[in-house]
T-cell receptor, first 113, second 114 residues
């Protein structure tokens, strides 16, 4: 158990809809990272938050947004969903000054029908 | 542009023998490298890492080797055990305090044959 929790574990929805994925980092970790893993692909970095502020952006679509709340949990919002958004979405957290080791949650499997 | 490459999608090794997983990178700015292991329906689990100032790091049965001139790293698992069967991802980052996003390879599926 990495200490990172993600909900829900599975999500099935239709095209055009909007969903919210939730992540709680390990106790004390200020950084939260979101990654997307599509079929047979590596993990692609989407966005990072550090202590409530956006720190870095990767290949994140404009239809996607995220935020980190004062209690450090984070939410990834996906809107106007398309079939190609079906993927595993992972959240990871890391400690300040802890190097690059990130600890991953179990992921949310999103299926868009 | 795939900055981190794992050219072997799969690898099968007899139990007790050495497993060697390879990874190549193109971005010379990367200065920290990690290996993650992933079982189905679980998140990646951190295994071992290495800084670019080193060329070897060991942790139990796991050893990572870094060849900066070749932009190549490898993970050695000795001896291989059935529980090592999983997908292994290589990842790299550029040190930037508080912003160490990881760039991942596409993974290698390791199967240990009893």
């Amino acid at each position: 158990d990495s200490g990172v929790t993600q909900t829900p574990k599975h999500l099935i929805t239709a095209t055009g809809q909007r969903v919210t994925l939730r992540c709680s980092p390990r106790s004390g970790d200020l950084s939260v990272y979101w990654y997307q893993q599509s079929l047979d692909q590596g993990l692609q970095f989407l966005i990072q938050y550090y202590n409530g502020e956006e720190r870095a952006k990767g290949n994140i679509l404009e239809r996607f947004s995220a935020q980190q709340f004062p209690d450090l949990h984070s939410e990834l919002n996906l809107s106007s969903l398309e079939l190609g958004d079906s993927a595993l979405y992972f959240c990871a957290s890391s400690a300040v000054g802890g190097g690059a080791e990130q600890f991953f949650g179990p992921g949310t499997r999103l299926t868009v029908l | 542009d795939q900055q981190v490459k794992q050219n072997s999608p799969s690898l099968s090794v007899q139990e007790g023998r050495i497993s060697i997983l390879n990874c190549d990178y193109t971005n010379s700015m990367f200065d920290y490298f990690l290996w993650y292991k992933k079982y189905p329906a679980e998140g990646p689990t951190f295994l071992i890492s290495i800084s670019s100032i080193k060329d070897k790091n060991e942790d139990g049965r796991f050893t990572v080797f870094l060849n900066k001139s070749a932009k190549h790293l490898s993970l050695h698992i000795v001896p291989s055990q059935p529980g090592d069967s999983a997908v292994y991802f290589c990842a790299a980052s550029v040190s930037n305090f508080g912003n160490e996003k990881l760039t991942f390879g596409t993974g290698t599926r390791l199967t240990i044959i009893p």
